[in-house]
């Protein structure tokens, strides 16, 4: 019989970090939420929806406090019911971590989180908000529609699982436990040799013969439609319900987006139940001449919602052609959407923006920075012109300020050693508001005003 599973939230915690004479531990990368989720069946008017996280501690700022270095996520989960437009729940939570010292070679590894709903048939959007604990402005997002459907009446099967390690356990009080096994799921869905070698699948079916003999297939499905990757076994089951687990090694599979798929055969190899998922290999040892970056990047930008997509090109337009612009205006589906970016942040790591190359974990990062430094008058730092500048010419080697005396207003002068021979950008306060408005710089391409000492009065 499978089991109704309980709600969980827990976290798994397999690195540390080391002892360093400072105040916080600032993370070189943006930061990161991986999510994941997977249904099975719990009764006759409900699904059961487990929903994985995993974060990666070099993503997360430190703070030395009490022998301890301490870090942190915050989570905002949400699912609302599309028909309805109401929620069928809104929650906030924090995973807390401590750890004494660090290794670089464990930091590469994610900790994990889990947590389990049932949820009435219909269709949802699973909408979950991180942010790093210690800098706040430091957040990603994700969203997913799901559709919780009634059972069908024939022989079923649940999502499909995707998981770091499966492996016989008794530990009930184990978050990951499930039907006699630890099945610890892999939300990042990243698999390979740097990582995770070995891809464990979970998967339950419903409704078997248990007279009957069932063939099991796995299938690895490259993004041309061809079969990679087959294995397959003939079992009897001999009940109603069981679970399918299984592990395929990925180590010899050129980096890439793939489909692995669990096929279900009854004995007149009629397919009758069938679960699927994208995952991703990265093999840096393997080389492929076929092989084009935009892989790489779609695999940074999987589980970005549409609106999130979006919301990072707007971010990027400072880099953007007008062509590019308006291209990407026209897009509608999510999924072009992220084609899009993948290969527009190729061209832009490849220098074939208007501003040279940066890749787009540095410029993201410049983004977060102006967003901390230079809000004003509810707009984003990233939009006001301080903003702006610093996240295409990146921190300046100098800055004047000059804060407001008599009648003249506050303005400060920014300036490049390294850009032109030396250049500067001059920002007035002009409206008193707190957003310094550039008024003249000496670099080409860049607004120019001889006069700009006239805006001080």
């Not at 987006?257 to 040892?285: C, G, M, W």
């Not at 008024?439 to 700009?452: A, F, G, I, P, Y």
Request: hydrophobic share 35%; charged share 25%; net charge negative.
């Amino acid at each position: 019989m499978i089991i109704n599973r309980l709600i969980l939230l827990s976290v798994v915690v397999g690195f540390s970090v080391n002892e360093i004479q400072a105040q916080d531990l600032t993370p070189p990368k943006s930061f990161r939420l991986n999510l994941d989720y997977a249904k099975f069946r719990y009764d006759n008017e409900n699904t059961y929806l487990e929903i994985y996280y995993a974060f990666y501690p070099y993503f997360l700022t430190y703070r030395w406090s009490g022998e301890k270095y301490r870090t942190g996520v915050q989570l905002r989960m949400r699912l609302k019911n599309n028909e309805t437009n109401t929620y069928l729940f809104d929650e906030q939570s924090g995973l807390q971590v401590e750890a004494a010292d660090t290794t670089e070679a464990t930091s590469r590894f994610p900790f994990v989180t889990q947590a389990g709903y049932a949820v009435p048939f219909g269709d949802y959007t699973l909408e979950v908000v991180a942010n790093d604990s210690l800098a706040p402005s430091r957040r990603d997002s994700v969203s997913f529609n799901i559709s919780a459907n009634a059972y069908p009446a024939g022989a079923w099967c649940s999502d499909l699982e995707l998981c770091s390690t499966i492996k016989s356990s008794q530990k009930r009080d184990d978050p990951f436990f499930k039907n006699s096994l630890e099945v610890v799921p892999n939300p990042t869905l990243v698999f390979g040799v740097t990582a995770r070698p070995v891809v464990f699948h979970y998967v339950e079916l419903y409704n078997l013969d248990p007279v009957k003999t069932y063939t099991v297939k796995q299938l690895i499905i490259d993004p041309d439609g061809e079969v990679i990757r087959e294995a397959s076994k003939t079992r009897n089951f001999g009940a109603r319900d069981a679970i399918e687990v299984g592990t395929t090694n990925v180590t010899s599979i050129f980096s890439g987006r793939y489909q692995f798929h669990v096929l279900v055969l009854d004995d007149s190899s009629q397919e009758i139940a069938k679960a699927e998922k994208t995952f991703y290999v990265y093999n840096p040892h393997l080389q492929v001449p076929s092989l084009t970056d935009p892989v790489f990047q779609e695999m940074e930008l999987a589980g970005l919602s549409e609106e999130r997509l979006t919301e990072e090109f707007q971010q990027a337009r400072y880099l953007a052609t007008e062509g590019e612009i308006e291209a990407f205006a026209e897009i509608i589906s999510e999924d072009e959407k992220r084609k899009f970016l993948a290969e527009f942040w190729v061209n832009v790591e490849n220098g074939e923006s208007r501003h040279g190359p940066i890749s787009r974990a540095d410029y993201l990062e410049r983004v977060e920075k102006t967003n901390e430094r230079y809000p004003s008058m509810g707009k984003k730092g990233w939009r006001s012109d301080r903003g702006r500048i610093y996240i295409l010419y990146g921190p300046p080697d100098e800055i004047d300020r000059y804060p407001s005396a008599g009648e003249s207003k506050p303005y400060e002068i920014w300036r490049y050693h390294s850009i032109e021979s030396g250049v500067e950008f001059i920002y007035i306060n002009r409206w008193g508001f707190g957003d310094y408005e550039l008024v003249h710089s000496t670099k080409r391409d860049e607004l120019r005003n001889e006069q700009w000492q006239s805006y001080l009065r």
